[in-house]
């Protein structure tokens, strides 16, 4: 069972983990592009929430999103591996979370 509520959490702090962390890491972004990359991954890391597969599962999606955005680490489009990496591992942990409350002993 998914709860709204660990999916909102998730959402939550992955907008405002990315809203504030992408200024602080020298990212020069209009406001508005600032909002809708914290909104884009605040909606991804509520889907790997939502989803609830099993841990490898997760490190697997995880994995191949952080290589695919590491490689434009490098460019100007860098932040996008700061979204990923919050949105993944966020989004990763609040569904262990979830799936850990809901395990029936």
Known sequence: MRDVIFIIITMVIVWS???FALPQA???LANWALVV???LSAIFSGLLALMGQTI???IVIVGILLILSGILW???IGFVFICALSSGFIGVF???IN???HRTP
């Open 37 to 39: 990359l914290a909104s």
């Open 94 to 96: 609040m569904n262990q």
């Open 74 to 76: 490098f460019t100007e």
């Open 56 to 58: 490898v599962e997760d």
């Open 17 to 19: 983990v990315v809203f």
């Open 99 to 101: 799936k850990a409350v």
């Open 26 to 28: 020298g990212f020069p």
